[in-house]
């Protein structure tokens, strides 16, 4: 398989083996989208959301952030500070292909001048202080 259009080919072919319970309904809207070289697939999303707040219970839920696909896929992914949400603070990751970190680290550094989100880590009493 070298393309979304290969999984779908392929899954059509053999519908009764592949798709006995679900058709691939978001595999054929992804592939409608066009390619992911349109500027609607430049990448920038927020990190995470704010920090949760600590209960001490042990199992808890894993914390979602976007993070993930870069890191399997072994492209680049650059966090950066966007300020702060209820005192708490946020970040904002640029994901790029695979060798694109000389350009992504000029987007990120544009980001950071522009915005000046940065701010000095301080202690606080309680979040949104």
């Not at 066009?34 to 609607?40: D, I, M, V, Y």
């Not at 959301?49 to 870069?70: D, F, L, M």
Request: aromatic letters at 10%; charged letters at 20%.
């Amino acid at each position: 398989m070298r393309s979304l259009a290969d999984v779908i080919a392929f899954n059509q072919q053999r519908r009764g083996e592949e798709m006995p319970y679900f058709q691939q309904e978001l595999l054929e809207r992804a592939q409608a989208k066009g390619p992911l070289t349109e500027k609607a697939y430049l990448v920038v999303a927020p990190t995470a959301g704010p920090a949760p707040r600590h209960t001490a219970i042990p199992g808890e839920p894993e914390w979602p952030v976007c993070t993930k696909p870069a890191a399997v896929a072994g492209y680049p992914h650059v966090t950066v500070p966007a300020g702060l949400v209820n005192g708490l603070p946020v970040g904002i990751s640029f994901f790029g292909p695979a060798w694109s970190e000389p350009v992504m680290l000029k987007l990120v550094y544009a980001f950071e001048q522009a915005t000046r989100a940065r701010r000095r880590p301080a202690f606080a009493r309680s979040a949104g202080a």
